[in-house]
């Protein structure tokens, strides 16, 4: 098979991570006999001072022309004192317009060998399997009108959630058709009780759900999902939601099993190509000493050959490999506990490749 | 002192757990010499089948006549057919307009004693001691419009957030006026890089924070807030966010301690009365049962004795009876656990009173 790959390693520990990633999917490519080529571009605070924009235009094209897209993080304070508009985490809403990219797929897993790295009691987060499904080009993060305002001589502010029918829609079927290959369960996290859109929501997943008879629906209110995933996580298999709130019960469950570090994700559109990355940030803290976790960018990689390449075997291989690595004891600081081996980010990618 | 608290059970075991409060306080009334009368109004579900409507005028009414209002929980299956507008938890939205609560004031403790029912791992919880501020009459749970709409032929929807300026202010004065007699550190919880409305909330809070040298304000986006509370709940004083976020995150952190049964709440106005509840819902399925706690809203009356009333000798002799019977070994079901005697809601009441 031949892939090209955009890669976007953005700020901070992005180009650390990605540059692991490559490095298992070319050792991927010569094992099973792939062609993978991959073509750089910019985006967030570094492109923000090469180009001026944290978006140039020249790399969506890129990404365009691209099988896939593997991204690193964005941002970092140096660009705290940039215009709202240029800030490098616009160059990440931006990308997810320009490639139509409108769920957004985030498993929790849970790795027993990294179970004393969680705030969670062991019992409650054994075999945790969850997918989140989040709306991720519309709602409150792109509704108009989003402004000052002046309203009877009195300074006031206005953001407004705005949803079409079949935007709902899409992400919903989505959330069903990935409910089929796993607990065939959906559950829809809403705002019924005070929102209209989440009303509609409701309604369409109801209409959605009578073409999946074989998978069982649940609503949930949004603040009950919030003390649900701490509560007993091991309820849910897949959960839908709009961006917002999407945005906030991801990032919860990405801490409940502790493995934020080792969390891929991907977003996905009609078109492709999808875009993959781990879900941590950019950890300008740690940046350049070669120290981050790269396990979650590779496990980003290995979502990419599943999900846009079909390479079902060559993905599991990368999910074995990681799992064989952390069970022979190797860390990095992060998620670092007593009587384990301590490695950087290339010697973790290093033993990756050497378990693959 | 002679006060007059408007009483409204609402529905499930909201009657229950009232009742448990009134008793606790004609106990603290004897010993301390105060004169507390009760006037019932109705709410919720209850209200609405004797009334036809969650919010009768005669309620409201009947609590802008007394000193305080104690309520129990609102809603049941039995209404969810009734159409939105009607519904039991409109009465709760509906009552926060007409008594112009504009904060509502949760903490969030840490009871040693139930330390075993947290999902979260003891050390991370040891100690918590949190108040989160959310704002309760604005944003997106009253933003006009709310509706449906066709745009080119599709069926789209509009939910919208509204804030002027001076309710952002309001409740973040509220949030550091609190701070100053806790640990002197206010986090605002924001989505400042997305929404026009955290920028302006952002805004304010740097500006009042110049009101008050002594405390330390720190801004948290809402995303990394979720992550936060069940990262390091410990590092949190002070919490103050809108009412969408506060809706997600008061209910995210009521779980972390295990003592959801245990925390009351109050919602201020600048007038008075104010509203003081447990957190807790109606829990239909155990209602009439006499087997609910009655701690929270036990709970909810001292707070009311403290903030209203201005006894913080009498609230805290209740919240010393409530953690000495917590220490002689008594449980409701909800908070049961292996060798402590497990009583009834009224049992639990008659030992919290023995105890004061
Ligand atoms: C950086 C920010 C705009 C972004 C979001 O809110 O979507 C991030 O939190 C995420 O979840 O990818
Ligand atoms: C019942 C509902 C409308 C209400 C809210 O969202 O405010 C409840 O969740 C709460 O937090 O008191």
């Given at each position: 098979m031949e892939k090209r790959i955009a890669v976007l390693p953005g700020d901070g520990i992005g180009k650390e991570v990605v540059q692991g990633a490559i490095e298992v999917l070319k050792a991927v490519g010569e094992r099973y006999n792939h062609q993978f080529s991959f073509a750089f571009a910019e985006i967030g605070g570094s492109a923000y001072d090469s180009t001026g924009v944290p978006l140039p235009e020249e790399t969506i094209k890129i990404c365009k022309e691209s099988d896939a897209v593997l991204l690193g993080a964005v941002g970092g304070p140096k660009y705290d004192t940039v215009p709202v508009h240029l800030r490098p985490e616009q160059g990440l809403l931006q990308i997810r317009k320009a490639l139509n990219l409108f769920a957004n797929l985030r498993p929790t897993t849970y790795f027993a060998s990294l179970a004393d790295s969680s705030p969670l009691r062991k019992e409650i987060i054994e075999g945790v399997d969850m997918l989140m499904v989040r709306e991720l080009t519309g709602g409150i993060y792109f509704g108009q009108p989003r402004e000052r305002r002046e309203v009877n001589g009195k300074e006031a502010v206005v953001d407004t959630l705005y949803y079409e029918r079949d935007e709902i829609e899409r992400v919903i079927r989505q959330a069903f058709e990935l409910a089929k290959t796993r607990k065939k369960k959906v559950t829809s996290v809403d705002k019924a009780n005070v929102l209209e859109s989440s009303r509609l929501w409701r309604e369409v997943a109801v209409e959605i759900s009578k073409d999946y008879?074989?998978?069982?629906?649940?609503?949930?209110?949004?603040?009950?999902?919030?003390?649900?995933?701490?509560?007993?996580?091991?309820?849910?298999?897949?959960?839908?939601?709009?961006?917002?709130?999407?945005?906030?019960?991801?990032?919860?469950?990405?801490?409940?099993?502790?493995?934020?570090?080792?969390?891929?994700?991907?977003?996905?559109?009609?078109?492709?190509?999808?875009?993959?990355?781990?879900?941590?940030?950019?950890?300008?803290?740690?940046?350049?000493?070669?120290?981050?976790?790269?396990?979650?960018?590779?496990?980003?990689?290995?979502?990419?050959?599943?999900?846009?390449?079909?390479?079902?075997?060559?993905?599991?291989?990368?999910?074995?490999?990681?799992?064989?690595?952390?069970?022979?004891?190797?860390?990095?600081?992060?998620?670092?506990?007593?009587?384990?081996?301590?490695?950087?980010?290339?010697?973790?990618?290093?033993?990756?490749?050497?378990?693959?």
């Open positions: 008879p074989e998978i069982t629906l649940e609503h949930m209110l949004v603040d009950n999902g919030a003390m649900q995933l701490v509560r007993n996580p091991k309820q849910f298999d897949v959960v839908v939601t709009e961006n917002m709130f999407g945005d906030i019960l991801s990032d919860e469950a990405s801490v409940l099993t502790g493995s934020l570090g080792m969390l891929p994700s991907a977003s996905i559109s009609e078109e492709g190509p999808y875009l993959y990355e781990p879900i941590h940030g950019s950890a300008p803290d740690i940046a350049g000493k070669n120290i981050a976790n790269p396990l979650a960018t590779i496990l980003s990689a290995a979502m990419m050959l599943k999900v846009s390449f079909g390479l079902d075997e060559e993905a599991a291989a990368i999910e074995k490999a990681v799992n064989s690595v952390l069970d022979a004891g190797f860390r990095t600081g992060d998620i670092m506990s007593e009587g384990k081996t301590q490695v950087s980010t290339t010697e973790m990618t290093e033993e990756v490749k050497k378990a693959l």
